[in-house]
Every structure is written in structure tokens, then in C-alpha cells.
């Protein structure tokens, strides 16, 4: 329902819209989509009956967490679902910028943020706007012959389906980073400790023994019975901001501490769900008794995604 209203004008257009459209039909999803935080975002939640926050930022570097951190606060504070457009166009101003970690990290990165909505913008809005496709050969013409980004896109959105269906039926409760060193922290976010989340058992997050400076994204949810969820991100990726700007895989080390764990807890593995077929699979632990470590590769701009074997399922959405 129309797009980024930033003034009084767009704000009273947006008034009048959706009151016509709630009218003409009552049970239609309304999704408004803002640019950036300011007052609009909450004016608009707090007086106007839509369904849905959305908003778009196509930005690579780390300026990007702060809009998501911001999106993420506004819908739960509204109780309101969120979503967000990733960035699949180019113009004559850009470089490469849509290598696979680039789009993975886009990707990703909202999902542990807790959106359960995801739109390539991929379409030329007005021709002054000079925005082309990066899926399509040509613009302005669905039919003609499909490039190799609309399969890496293709593949993307079925990893997003399977690590996104939980995250419907989850709620975020924490988003921290883990930045190298202390002053790399991007704005918008705090920085991981022990206790990030209300977790009780990780105790350190962090790259493996000569991983330099490799930075990662870990968000927290909970579900309906009070289970905890952990995703880490390797926020690696071709064109992100120093030292993240890289398309290198991640050795991620995370060590736990289970001696306050129940009975009945599997101190020996984690349940995880696999991004390829959607499946909850047993993430082994090393280490004996209650301190126990994961080990585990990622791919630039991949996550893992796990809860502890407490002996209550996974939830699965559909």
C-alpha cells in the first residue's frame, strides 16, 4: 500500500488508501513499506490498520544492521509480522556487487533477524529510474532468456523456505554480533556475551585458532513451549564493509556449558536444521561431560541454525 510515505502528504495519501482498501475488502493483507526508521514508521503503526511492516535497504555494508535491527524492534513492539526486499538489481553506477556470498549474506541475514518475508526487487519501477534485473537478460521482459543469478537466486529462496518456516512459528528474542575486535561492533547492535538471549549454556562464540578477525551474526528465539533457538551467520561476503569483505568461508567455534542443563538434556549433540532438504539432523558436540564445543565450517554469508535436545521437537512451520 503504497511506498515510503516520508511526509505529511504521502502520510495522508497512505491514510486514505488503506481506509478504502480495509472497506472494499476487510480481510485483505496490507504490507506498507518504509525506508529507514524515523517517525513515519510509527505513526503510521500506531493510527493506520495494516497487516504488515515492510522495508528496503540495498546497502552491503555495515551500515545495513541498523536498518534491520530497526525494522525488527518496530514489529515487535506492534506485534506485527516483518518484512523485507533484498537487493537483486544493478544501474550504470554499480559494480559487481551480486556474487553468491553477497546474496546469501542478504539473505540470511534476515532470517536471523527474525523476518518471515523476503522479495528480490527486481523490476524497473519508472525508466527514470534506470534499474535493471540481474535474473533476466533484458529488462522490461519477463519472457526473455533467464541469467545464472536467477538460479543462484532460485537456490537461495529454497534455503530461505526450509531455515524460514520455523522462524514463522518463533519469536526473536535477541540479535547480537560477534565483531573481532570490540570496535568493529556495527551501530545498532551490541556486541555477543555469555547470557546474549537468556541463554543460559553458550559461553563463547567465536572464530577457530587462525581465523582473523572473522565476524558473525547470532540471533535468539523462543517458541511457544519455551525452547531456545540459536542461528550464527558468517557475515563474510564479496563486497561487505572491512574485514568482513571477503568470500571466504568461516571456522566457528561455540562452547558450551550444560551443568545447569536438566535431566534428560543430550549434552552430547545439538539439533539442527539442514538448509539443502529441510530436515532436523543431529549436530555432534565434542568434549566430554558438561563442557561440551561445536565445531563447524560456513560458507560466506551461510548460517546454522539449532536448538538444544531437550527432548521437545523442532517446531516446523509450513
Known amino acids: 500500500m503504497g511506498d515510503e510515505p516520508g511526509n505529511e502528504e504521502a502520510y495522508q495519501a497512505t491514510t486514505i488508501g488503506v481506509a478504502a482498501l480495509r472497506e472494499h475488502d476487510p480481510e485483505a493483507l496490507l504490507i506498507l513499506n ?26 552491503r555494508d555495515k551500515s545495513s544492521y541498523r536498518s534491520l535491527a530497526e525494522a525488527r524492534a518496530a514489529g515487535l513492539r506492534f506485534n506485527k509480522p516483518y518484512w523485507r526486499y533484498l537487493n537483486a538489481y544493478t544501474n550504470a553506477d554499480m559494480g559487481n ?10 539473505a540470511f541475514s534476515g532470517l536471523v533477524f527474525g523476518f518471515t518475508g523476503h522479495t528480490w526487487f527486481l523490476y524497473q519501477v519508472l525508466p527514470t529510474h534506470d534499474l535493471f534485473p540481474i535474473t533476466f537478460a533484458t529488462n522490461g521482459d519477463y519472457n526473455v532468456e533467464k541469467t545464472a543469478h536467477w538460479n543462484m537466486l532460485a537456490q537461495i529462496n529454497r534455503e530461505l523456505l526450509n531455515l524460514g518456516r520455523p522462524i514463522t512459528q518463533l519469536i ?10 570490540s570496535l568493529l561492533t556495527p551501530d545498532g547492535l551490541n556486541e555477543w556475551a555469555p547470557g546474549a538471549g537468556d541463554d543460559p549454556y553458550i559461553k563463547r562464540i567465536a572464530g577457530a585458532s ?69 530436515q532436523v539432523k543431529t549436530l555432534p558436540l565434542f568434549g566430554s561431560g558438561e ?28
Open 34 to 59: 518504509f525506508l529507514g526508521a524515523g517517525d513515519m514508521r510509527e505513526r503510521c503503526a500506531s493510527n493506520l490498520d495494516f497487516d504488515i511492516f515492510s522495508y528496503d535497504d540495498y546497502s
Open 97 to 106: 556487487e551480486h556474487e553468491e556470498s553477497d546474496q546469501r549474506w542478504d
Open 172 to 181: 526473536s528474542t535477541d540479535v547480537r554480533f560477534v565483531p573481532g575486535i
Open 210 to 278: 587462525g581465523e582473523f578477525l572473522l565476524q558473525l551474526l547470532v540471533g535468539y528465539f523462543r517458541d511457544a513451549r519455551g525452547a531456545t533457538y540459536v542461528m550464527i551467520q558468517n557475515v563474510r561476503h564479496a563486497n561487505g564493509s572491512w574485514p568482513s569483505d571477503s568470500s571466504s568461508t568461516g571456522q566457528v567455534v561455540v562452547e558450551f556449558d550444560f551443568s545447569q542443563a536438566p535431566a534428560g538434556f543430550n549434552r552430547a549433540a545439538l539439533l539442527g536444521l539442514d538448509k539443502l532438504d529441510g
Open 291 to 318: 563442557r561440551r564445543t561445536l565445531d563447524i565450517t560456513l560458507a560466506a554469508g551461510d548460517p546454522v541454525f539449532f536448538k538444544y535436545d531437550d527432548g521437545r521437537p523442532y517446531v516446523q512451520g509450513r
